[in-house]
């Protein structure tokens, strides 16, 4: 089955800082990527869309200079958290859609990065 | 946008026996995929069952089913035989078969708790 990791699986920073999450897909090519946010006992908020090769899309309310989305290639995309706050502190899950011809083009989740932010 | 509601925040379950979680939505759109996601301990986001709008066969997955109403726009996952591992926040979520986005939205969530 399609394989999607995420790196690193939790990080602890300074408030401040700014942390990079990695999102790869590990046995198939995924022309878009999702990040999603998840606090505690919630669902998850999508937070982007990240399509290879071009800028994301950013949900409503969501700071794009903030949260920094790259998708260089078709395996890898990446968000960084710039000058990361204690309310940045969640769990960041990221998504990847396979690109083939599969009628209903599943996404296979990461297992997520925990974040906090001291 | 699309909403997708899931009324049951908690249910409880004995080894063993039955259990139904209940998700309702909200769309325009007559073409569009549903699913139910698990999601345990670990946060890893695991598939359970889709389920094609266009088809109107319920999708059964072994021990997992949906009750598809696509009239009222229901969408129930049935548990069989629940086992202590079933125990996990299970998310109802959309996605639109037509839409560039693709992108899911998600129920609030149900947490299942199996009780041995």
């Known amino acids: 089955g399609a394989v999607v990791s995420q790196h690193p699986s939790w990080v602890i920073c300074k408030s401040g800082t700014s942390v990079k999450i990695e999102c790869r897909s590990l046995?198939?090519?995924?022309?878009?990527m999702f990040w999603y946010r998840q606090f505690p006992k919630q669902s998850l908020m999508l937070m982007a869309t990240?399509?290879?090769?071009?800028?994301?899309?950013?949900e409503q309310g969501v700071e794009k200079d903030k949260f920094l989305i790259n998708h260089a290639s078709l395996t890898l995309s990446t968000l960084t958290v710039t000058s990361a706050h204690p309310e940045d502190s969640s769990f960041y899950i990221c998504?990847?859609?396979?690109?083939?011809?599969?009628?209903?083009?599943?996404?296979?989740f990461g297992p997520g990065t925990r974040l906090t932010v001291l | 946008a699309q909403t997708v509601t899931q009324s049951q925040p908690e249910m409880s379950v004995q080894e063993a026996e039955t259990v139904t979680l209940s998700c309702t939505y909200d769309?325009?759109?007559?073409?569009?995929?549903l699913f139910w996601y698990k999601q345990p301990p670990s946060r890893q986001m695991i598939l359970v069952i889709r389920?094609?709008?266009?088809?109107?066969q319920n999708a059964t997955e072994n021990r997992f089913s949906v009750n598809f109403q696509k009239a009222a726009k229901s969408f129930s996952l049935k548990i069989s035989d629940s086992q202590l591992g079933d125990a996990a926040m299970y998310f109802c979520?959309?996605?639109?078969?037509?839409?560039?986005?693709?992108?899911?939205?998600f129920g609030t969530g149900t947490s299942l708790t199996v009780i041995p």
């Open positions: 998504s990847a859609r396979y690109s083939g011809s599969k009628a209903y083009n599943e996404q296979f």
């Open positions: 046995d198939f090519q995924a022309t878009t």
């Open positions: 990240s399509n290879e090769g071009s800028k994301a899309t950013y």
């Open positions: 769309t325009s759109e007559s073409d569009y995929y």
């Open positions: 389920q094609e709008a266009y088809k109107q």
């Open positions: 979520a959309y996605r639109s078969a037509v839409s560039t986005g693709n992108q899911f939205y």
